[in-house]
């Protein structure tokens, strides 16, 4: 299964302005069922949590670098899809 097609990039977020053929469509939904298994068990609510404390529940210092402060913005935005993945494969 490929999730890249006609480009390098694939958007998995449905707010922009990306058209999706059906096709894409059809993996984007495969993708996100298998998050939803993934994260449906024990273990996987386990690693989800874990996650979500080290992104979410972590403040940065005001003397946070600013390299520093997008490197941990970037873990949030990265655990922020992970969940809007498992969100959408559960529906």
Known sequence: MSLFRN???HN???DLAYTASPLQRQEQREVEKSFARL???DDGQRVLAYLQVLTFHKAMSPDAGSEHMRYTEGQR???A???RLIER???
């Open 77 to 79: 935005a990265l655990v």
């Open 81 to 83: 899809s992970i969940l």
């Open 89 to 91: 494969g559960r529906t």
């Open 39 to 41: 994260f449906a068990g």
């Open 12 to 14: 998995f977020d449905r």
């Open 7 to 9: 480009n390098d990039t």
